[in-house]
């Protein structure tokens, strides 16, 4: 890039310029991007789409889209991070479970006055753990710097997340007060903490997960192409950077986080879940317990992964969610 060019990028709000040898001017790369305008999507919901919250030499920008209700009894407003699954290796923030309608979860969260930040995280092979924790908090910390320009309260953010997501998303509730796991993207100077937690089927401990059943056309196929020679399939050691090291698994684990400082959780899982079990989520409700933090498991009868099985049951599911985030938050 000519200095010409680097002189027509825009500082973002807050940040400040690298200084440059003598003469030359000074390259004005900013660590995020302001939120920009919104689209109107419905009667409900106008979106900020394709929001850089952090921008990393050597990475791809991360995104997110920001869901806000446009007929809100009050304002400021609550606001709740979605966390996409996919094993740590798939997906993205505009993707919902194939069992959930298109947008719904924003969609609701809007028409309950919530807005909703969706969020996009490195995956595993982009960069080992903790960077998609980093990621996480770098997203929160943008949405509590641009609270005032988007109308929403910085002191009532939640986290929901489903799979992968619902793993990082009870991560993130829990290392609020972990400066050691803050990383260095994006906005700086703002907490991470979030308020409340919704984990849909996410894992608690990866060294207590049982072997994944890989169906062998995986292994030599397209969708497995760019996995170098070598490297496991296994979603929690390829988090880990391809290793089954016991302590490495338990360090990206949301079990050894719990304290009695954690915020309130709610925790739904199916019980016929054959990817995660629900003993994931027992996991993780005896140790909110024994922290004595609130906390409660909801576990969905003849329900798989995604709530498979529970079709039926979809709407109320995610009704529960969106109201528990509207008593908490």
Known sequence: MTPDAATAIETAPGETEQAAPAGLPAPAFPAFLPPGAADVVSENSAVHREVSYAIAIGFRRLAMDIWLPRNAAETPVPLVVWIHGGAFQLGDRRELPPTFAPDSVFRRLN???????????????????????????????????????????????????ESAGGHLAALLGLTGAREDLEGGLGVQGHSSAVSAVVDFYGVSSLPDMPAMSIPPGMMNGPLSAAVPNGMTLEPGPMLVGGTADAALLAAASPLGYVGADAPPFLLVHGDSDGLVPLSQSELLATALADANVRHELISVQSGDHCFFGAEDRLDGILGSAVDYFAREL
């Open 111 to 161: 028409e309950a006055g919530i807005a909703c930040a969706t969020v996009d995280y490195r995956h595993a092979l982009e960069a080992p753990f903790p960077a998609q924790l980093h990621d996480l908090k770098a997203a929160v910390r943008y949405l509590r710097q641009h609270a005032g320009f988007l109308g929403v309260d910085a002191g009532r953010i939640g986290a929901w997340g």
